[in-house]
T-cell receptor, first 111, second 112 residues
Framework: DAKTTQPNSMESNEEEPVHLPCNHS???????IHWYRQLPSQGPEYVIH???SNVNNRMASLAIAEDRKSSTLILHRATLRDAAVYYC????????????FGQGTRLTINP | NAGVTQTPKFQVLKTGQSMTLQCAQD?????MYWYRQDPGMGLRLIYY???????DKGEVPNGYNVSRLNKREFSLRLESAAPSQTSVYFC???????????FGQGTRLTVV
């Protein structure tokens, strides 16, 4: 399965934008890029996903490099509630969607 | 909306005991999954069910069995629990393909 590389931790300030990078140099043409986040003592929560084009939703934006070997999750205005572990995942479709989680990026938001 | 419901939330087992973790979703999703998460690690896929009547092994299936009882319910069974199975177990579901997956709140299992 294709793997992703993320920084172990990042820190940002409340109400500022946050850019979370992800490298996936071995991505295949059919792999979707997913982002999930996990708050303390909770199950993962879907954030956003995309294939080739940049994507926006109410939570975040996903910027995908033209060669698809990297992507960036953008939180436009971080709040304290955005403090979580963020996982960049390449999904493998094998009848069902198999999400292969790495260790993720622990995001700390300073007030 | 309940979403994905897991029971129990906490469980302590002795080595060699058996138990079944229950998972139910009320979103009419086709696919369901069981993951485990060890401390400080990401989630690892144990088993999944692409649709009612089918189940397949994930990354770490040894020591576990699953049953897709119907479209709503997907259970995970530990026949003979081992300390290495101490973990937090998450059930998830999604409609199909590359769509948003919904996760339960987890079952924290300790095997002593």
């Amino acid at each position: 399965d294709a793997k992703t590389t993320q920084p172990n931790s990042m820190e940002s300030n409340e109400e500022e934008p946050v850019h979370l990078p992800c490298n996936h140099s071995t991505i295949s043409g059919t792999d979707y890029i997913h982002w999930y986040r996990q708050l303390p003592s909770q199950g993962p929560e879907y954030v956003i996903h995309g294939l080739t084009s940049n994507v926006n939703n109410r939570m975040a934006s996903l910027a995908i490099a033209e060669d698809r070997k990297s992507s960036t999750l953008i939180l436009h205005r971080a709040t304290l509630r955005d403090a979580a572990v963020y996982y960049c995942i390449l999904s493998v479709l094998a009848g069902a969607q198999k999400l292969v989680f790495g260790q993720g990026t622990r995001l700390t938001i300073n007030p | 909306n309940a979403g994905v419901t897991q029971t129990p939330k906490f469980q302590v087992l002795k080595t060699g005991q058996s138990m079944t973790l229950q998972c139910a979703q009320d979103m009419n999703h086709n696919s369901m999954y069981w993951y485990r998460q060890d401390p400080g690690m990401g989630l690892r896929l144990i088993y999944y069910s692409a649709s009612e009547g089918t189940t397949d092994k994930g990354e770490v299936p040894n020591g576990y069995n699953v049953s897709r009882l119907n479209k709503r319910e997907f259970s995970l069974r530990l026949e003979s629990a081992a300390p290495s199975q101490t973990s937090v177990y998450f059930c998830a579901s999604n409609r199909q393909g590359n769509t948003e997956a919904f996760f339960g709140q987890g079952t924290r299992l300790t095997v002593v």
